[in-house]
């Protein structure tokens, strides 16, 4: 299943934005709002912990990225992601709309730029949950990004996870945990490094960090 961003124009503007942050690879422009960057590998718990804390506090804003991977069961278009086909992808990448891009496991996945800037012109604090090549993007066009790493409690958690999720064929399981040991390598290129061991308490660490 594929959506054009096109026609869904109210969930997603299809310009690019005017100014602030589409200006602002200079990384010596500071926007007001504030960017956040989560990362960690698939299956560690990034989409648990997040859904937990805009439970709590639904004001949080997270941006949703656009992907070429197939929406899993239960995943709306606009909401989980934007999904679109790889000449879609590809274009959007060509017309500069992305903040940054990355491909993984196979599937492209990116940042649209514009509802980002919107928010951090608003003076907002703007989430993207995004892995490792993306996250490296942001760091070096925003140094003064927050840089959250989302780890583990072991290598052999990890797995289990990300299988007893049951949302991935073998292929894709096996491309994510080779992708994941290059993520686990990188957690100390992040300011803050959260083990998602005990749920509540993975939470609590979050909550400090993106509210205190
Ligand atoms: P990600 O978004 O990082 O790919 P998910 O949020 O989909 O990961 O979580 C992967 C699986 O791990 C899900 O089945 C989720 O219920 C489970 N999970 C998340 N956090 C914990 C935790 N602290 N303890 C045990 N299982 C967890
Ligand atoms: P999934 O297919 O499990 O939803 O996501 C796979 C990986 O892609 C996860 O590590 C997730 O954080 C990452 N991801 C999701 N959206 C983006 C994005 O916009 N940009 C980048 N670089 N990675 C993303």
């Given at each position: 299943m594929t959506h054009t961003l096109v026609s869904d124009s109210s969930a997603l503007p299809s310009s690019p934005a005017q100014g602030g942050l589409a200006d602002s690879a200079d990384p010596t422009v500071t926007a007001p709002g504030r960017l956040v960057v989560l990362t960690g590998p698939s299956g560690v718990g990034k989409g648990t912990l997040l859904g937990r804390l805009r439970a709590r506090h639904p004001d949080l804003y997270l941006s949703t990225s656009a992907t070429t991977r197939q929406?899993?069961?239960g995943e709306v278009h606009g909401q989980h992601y934007y999904f679109v086909t790889r000449d879609e992808f590809e274009a959007m990448i060509q017309t500069g709309e992305?903040?940054?891009?990355?491909?993984?496991?196979?599937?492209?996945?990116?940042?649209p730029k514009h509802p980002v800037a919107v928010q951090i012109e608003?003076?907002?604090q703007v989430i993207l949950e995004i892995e490792l090549e993306g996250a490296r993007q942001v760091a070096a066009s925003f140094p003064e990004a927050l840089k959250i790493f989302i780890a583990p409690p072991s290598a052999a958690e990890l797995e289990r996870r990300i299988r007893d999720r049951g949302q991935?064929?073998?292929?894709?399981?096996?491309?994510?945990?080779?992708?994941?040991?290059?993520?686990?390598?990188?957690?100390?290129?992040?300011?803050?490094k959260i083990i998602n061991d005990d749920l509540e308490a993975a939470i609590?660490?979050?909550?400090?960090a993106l509210l205190d």
């Open positions: 929406p899993r069961a992305l903040l940054e891009w990355a491909e993984f496991a196979g599937n492209y996945y990116g940042t608003r003076g907002n991935d064929d073998a292929a894709a399981i096996a491309r994510r945990l080779e992708r994941a040991r290059a993520e686990l390598a990188a957690a100390d290129e992040f300011d803050l609590a660490a979050l909550e400090a």
